[in-house]
T-cell receptor, first 110, second 115 residues
Framework: GEDVEQSLFLSVREGDSSVINCTYT??????LYWYKQEPGAGLQLLTY?????DMKQDQRLTVLLNKKDKHLSLRIADTQTGDSAIYFC??????????FGTGTSLTVIP | NAGVTQTPKFRVLKTGQSMTLLCAQD?????MYWYRQDPGMGLRLIHY???????AKGEVPDGYNVSRLKKQNFLLGLESAAPSQTSVYFC??????????????FGQGTRLTVV
């Protein structure tokens, strides 16, 4: 099956930019997603990118996709304490099977 | 706007007991999923369903069974609970016919402890 990898932890200072990285192995991905999980809650979709796009911007969020290297990143500009959460990248294969990364725990230091 | 609802939210079982987790969605989604979340391992797919009356195994299906008798409901059963099944379980649903994007919507999770 698909392998989706993320680093486990990231700490940034409030106001700085955060960059969360993800790599995947299967080139047949249709959509790639970023989800946010706050403590004690389910996952909520932050943004997604179609596999034929290189970049997508949505307010403070910028998603970059490098299909050649199978690398996805999420940049959060002006990171706030409310952005502290676990961020998951996910890969949707044809047939709607989702594969999730291990999640990156983002800590924002005031 | 209920979305995806899971019941119960918390449960403690003794080893060998059985239970059923219920997932209900009101978005007319075709696909439904059960995941378990364990520290450092992300979400792992247990079973999924691509439509009413169909189910399929995911990455970690052993010890679990599922049923999708109605489109809106997806049940996850543990016949004989084991401590290794202590986890947080998430249900998700996705895909409405005619929409290209396939966002998965998640329930709030069920925290299960097997002692």
């Amino acid at each position: 099956g698909e392998d989706v990898e993320q680093s486990l932890f990231l700490s940034v200072r409030e106001g700085d930019s955060s960059v969360i990285n993800c790599t995947y192995t299967d080139s047949s991905s249709t959509y790639l997603y970023w989800y946010k999980q706050e403590p004690g809650a389910g996952l909520q979709l932050l943004t997604y990118i179609f596999s034929n796009m290189d970049m997508k911007q949505d307010q403070r969020l910028t998603v970059l996709l490098n299909k050649k290297d199978k690398h996805l990143s999420l940049r959060i500009a002006d990171t706030q304490t409310g952005d502290s959460a676990i961020y998951f990248c996910a890969d949707a294969q044809p047939g709607n099977q989702f594969y999730f990364g291990t999640g990156t725990s983002l800590t924002v230091i005031p | 706007n209920a979305g995806v609802t899971q019941t119960p939210k918390f449960r403690v079982l003794k080893t060998g007991q059985s239970m059923t987790l219920l997932c209900a969605q009101d978005m007319n989604h075709e696909y439904m999923y059960w995941y378990r979340q364990d520290p450092g391992m992300g979400l792992r797919l247990i079973h999924y369903s691509v439509g009413e009356g169909t189910t399929a195994k995911g990455e970690v299906p052993d010890g679990y069974n599922v049923s999708r008798l109605k489109k809106q409901n997806f049940l996850l059963g543990l016949e004989s609970a084991a401590p290794s099944q202590t986890s947080v379980y998430f249900c998700a649903s996705s895909y409405r016919r005619g929409r290209p994007e396939a966002e998965a919507f998640f329930g709030q999770g069920t925290r299960l402890t097997v002692v």
